[in-house]
Protein backbone atom coordinates (compact mmCIF):
# COMPACT_ATOMS: atom_id res chain seq x y z
CA UNK A 1 0.00 0.00 0.00
CA UNK A 2 0.81 3.24 -0.93
CA UNK A 3 2.17 5.79 2.06
CA UNK A 4 0.51 9.34 1.10
CA UNK A 5 1.79 12.52 3.66
CA UNK A 6 -0.98 14.93 4.27
CA UNK A 7 1.30 18.18 2.84
CA UNK A 8 3.21 17.50 -0.15
CA UNK A 9 5.87 19.50 1.49
CA UNK A 10 6.59 18.12 4.45
CA UNK A 11 9.02 21.53 5.89
CA UNK A 12 6.07 23.43 5.73
CA UNK A 13 4.11 24.74 8.89
CA UNK A 14 1.47 23.39 10.58
CA UNK A 15 -1.92 23.39 8.23
CA UNK A 16 -4.55 22.59 10.63
CA UNK A 17 -7.46 23.62 7.85
CA UNK A 18 -5.49 21.85 5.13
CA UNK A 19 -7.09 18.68 3.43
CA UNK A 20 -5.80 16.39 1.08
CA UNK A 21 -8.66 14.97 -0.59
CA UNK A 22 -7.09 12.01 -1.56
CA UNK A 23 -6.45 10.94 1.99
CA UNK A 24 -9.56 11.70 3.95
CA UNK A 25 -11.77 10.34 0.75
CA UNK A 26 -9.54 7.30 -0.86
CA UNK A 27 -8.17 6.34 2.98
CA UNK A 28 -9.56 3.63 5.15
CA UNK A 29 -6.74 3.54 7.64
CA UNK A 30 -4.90 7.16 9.14
CA UNK A 31 -1.51 6.62 11.45
CA UNK A 32 -2.61 9.98 13.38
CA UNK A 33 0.71 11.38 15.15
CA UNK A 34 -0.83 13.87 17.45
CA UNK A 35 1.21 17.17 18.61
CA UNK A 36 1.88 15.90 22.30
CA UNK A 37 3.38 12.57 23.21
CA UNK A 38 4.44 12.96 26.54
CA UNK A 39 1.92 14.02 28.71
CA UNK A 40 3.62 16.81 30.50
CA UNK A 41 3.76 18.71 27.04
CA UNK A 42 0.00 19.06 27.24
CA UNK A 43 -0.22 22.99 28.61
CA UNK A 44 -4.14 22.99 28.02
CA UNK A 45 -4.87 19.81 30.01
CA UNK A 46 -4.25 16.54 30.71
CA UNK A 47 -5.47 15.01 26.72
CA UNK A 48 -5.58 17.43 23.69
CA UNK A 49 -7.42 16.55 20.73
CA UNK A 50 -6.06 18.16 17.51
CA UNK A 51 -7.45 18.36 14.52
CA UNK A 52 -5.71 15.50 13.20
CA UNK A 53 -7.68 13.42 15.21
CA UNK A 54 -10.67 14.77 14.27
CA UNK A 55 -10.12 14.95 10.81
CA UNK A 56 -9.39 10.62 11.05
CA UNK A 57 -13.27 10.75 12.96
CA UNK A 58 -14.93 13.22 10.82
CA UNK A 59 -13.94 11.29 7.42
CA UNK A 60 -14.90 7.91 8.92
CA UNK A 61 -11.01 6.35 9.05
CA UNK A 62 -9.62 3.68 11.07
CA UNK A 63 -7.21 5.56 13.34
CA UNK A 64 -4.01 4.46 15.23
CA UNK A 65 -2.61 7.30 17.45
CA UNK A 66 0.45 7.82 18.67
CA UNK A 67 0.12 10.15 20.87
CA UNK A 68 -0.12 10.39 24.67
CA UNK A 69 -0.66 7.52 27.03
CA UNK A 70 -4.11 6.87 28.02
CA UNK A 71 -5.29 8.78 24.75
CA UNK A 72 -7.35 6.27 23.18
CA UNK A 73 -9.13 5.66 26.84
CA UNK A 74 -9.71 9.60 26.81
CA UNK A 75 -11.64 8.62 23.27
CA UNK A 76 -13.44 6.12 24.81
CA UNK A 77 -14.32 8.55 27.88
CA UNK A 78 -15.85 10.92 25.59
CA UNK A 79 -18.19 8.30 23.61
CA UNK A 80 -15.54 7.68 20.70
CA UNK A 81 -15.43 4.05 19.67
CA UNK A 82 -12.01 3.15 18.80
CA UNK A 83 -11.14 -0.26 17.04
CA UNK A 84 -9.64 -2.69 19.77
CA UNK A 85 -12.31 -5.13 17.45
CA UNK A 86 -9.61 -5.43 14.31
CA UNK A 87 -6.45 -3.78 16.25
CA UNK A 88 -4.57 -4.58 19.03
CA UNK A 89 -4.88 -1.08 21.61
CA UNK A 90 -2.64 -2.45 24.52
CA UNK A 91 -0.29 0.09 22.96
CA UNK A 92 -2.09 3.23 24.78
CA UNK A 93 -1.40 2.13 27.76
CA UNK A 94 2.44 1.38 27.24
CA UNK A 95 5.04 3.71 28.38
CA UNK A 96 6.48 6.34 26.37
CA UNK A 97 10.07 4.59 25.55
CA UNK A 98 7.67 2.11 23.59
CA UNK A 99 4.18 3.37 22.66
CA UNK A 100 5.06 4.54 19.24
CA UNK A 101 6.61 1.38 17.87
CA UNK A 102 3.89 -0.94 19.97
CA UNK A 103 1.54 1.35 17.48
CA UNK A 104 3.29 0.68 14.53
CA UNK A 105 3.68 -2.72 15.25
CA UNK A 106 -0.27 -2.96 16.01
CA UNK A 107 -1.27 -1.60 12.45
CA UNK A 108 1.04 -3.99 11.08
CA UNK A 109 -0.34 -7.10 12.47
CA UNK A 110 -4.14 -5.81 11.78
CA UNK A 111 -2.89 -5.55 7.70
CA UNK A 112 -1.33 -8.68 7.66
CA UNK A 113 -4.41 -10.39 9.38
CA UNK A 114 -7.10 -8.54 7.15
CA UNK A 115 -7.88 -7.52 3.62
CA UNK A 116 -8.47 -4.18 3.43
CA UNK A 117 -12.06 -5.60 2.74
CA UNK A 118 -12.01 -6.98 5.80
CA UNK A 119 -11.36 -3.71 7.93
CA UNK A 120 -13.57 -1.81 6.31
CA UNK A 121 -16.60 -4.09 6.92
CA UNK A 122 -15.52 -5.30 10.11
CA UNK A 123 -15.36 -1.29 11.33
CA UNK A 124 -17.93 0.26 9.08
CA UNK A 125 -20.65 0.54 12.26
CA UNK A 126 -18.04 2.10 14.38
CA UNK A 127 -16.44 4.83 12.15
CA UNK A 128 -19.89 5.63 11.36
CA UNK A 129 -20.95 6.14 14.94
CA UNK A 130 -17.85 8.31 15.81
CA UNK A 131 -19.00 10.05 12.85
CA UNK A 132 -22.23 10.85 14.54
CA UNK A 133 -20.70 10.86 18.03
CA UNK A 134 -18.19 14.18 16.83
CA UNK A 135 -21.33 15.75 15.33
CA UNK A 136 -22.84 15.83 18.55
CA UNK A 137 -19.77 16.97 20.72
CA UNK A 138 -19.00 20.58 21.27
CA UNK A 139 -15.48 21.30 19.85
CA UNK A 140 -13.11 24.30 19.34
CA UNK A 141 -12.38 23.04 15.76
CA UNK A 142 -15.24 23.55 13.39
CA UNK A 143 -13.87 21.11 10.55
CA UNK A 144 -17.09 18.98 9.52
CA UNK A 145 -18.04 21.16 6.83
CA UNK A 146 -14.33 20.72 5.41
CA UNK A 147 -14.28 16.87 5.09
CA UNK A 148 -15.51 15.93 1.29
CA UNK A 149 -16.88 12.59 2.39
Known sequence: MPLIY????????????????????DCLINLVTETFYLN???YDSEMFITEKTIKAILSKQIFII?????FLKYLRSMGIQTFGNVIDE???????ETRLFSAIDALK????????????????????KNHKTY?????NINLPQMILK
Request: with cysteine; aromatic share 12%.
Open 135 to 139: LKLKF
Open 66 to 70: VGPRH
Open 6 to 25: DLEDLGNSCQPFAINETIFN
Open 90 to 96: SYDDEPD
Open 40 to 42: HWN
Open 109 to 128: SSMEKYTLTELSDLTRDIRF
